[in-house]
Every structure is written in C-alpha cells, then in structure tokens.
C-alpha cells in the first residue's frame, strides 16, 4: 500500500508495506493452461472488438 501525501512543496509518496512477491512469481503459481487461457481469451476479445470498430467505422469514412 503506498500512501500519497500532500504537503507545500509537493506530493510525497511513502510505502507502507513492503511488497516482497513479484508480479512473476505470482503469474508463475499458475498453471501455464490457465495463463495461456486466458492470454487467448484476451486477445480473441481485442480482434472481435477490433473488427467491430473497422466494421462500424469504415463504412463511414467510405466515398461511396
């Protein structure tokens, strides 16, 4: 938890637990099926969101 100060010269930051587990080493108490999973997940939700904006949005800026 970091807490934010705000005192006359500017903001101070200080942390007030120390944060001893990395990010990796979380992600790497998975099983790497649900990693992949879910990193395939994501990535299938970013193309069909893509494809909509392209399909709502070049018909617009079409000559035609």
Known sequence: M???R???FGM???VAEPV????IVEVA????VLVLSAF???LSALVI???V???VFLPLHSPL
């Open 49 to 51: 969101l893509l494809s």
């Open 40 to 42: 395939a997940m994501l």
């Open 20 to 23: 001893t587990v990395p990010l």
């Open 53 to 55: 904006i392209i399909a």
């Open 12 to 14: 101070d930051a200080e």
């Open 29 to 32: 108490s998975f099983p790497p």
């Open 6 to 8: 705000l005192n006359r």
């Open 2 to 4: 970091v807490i934010l």
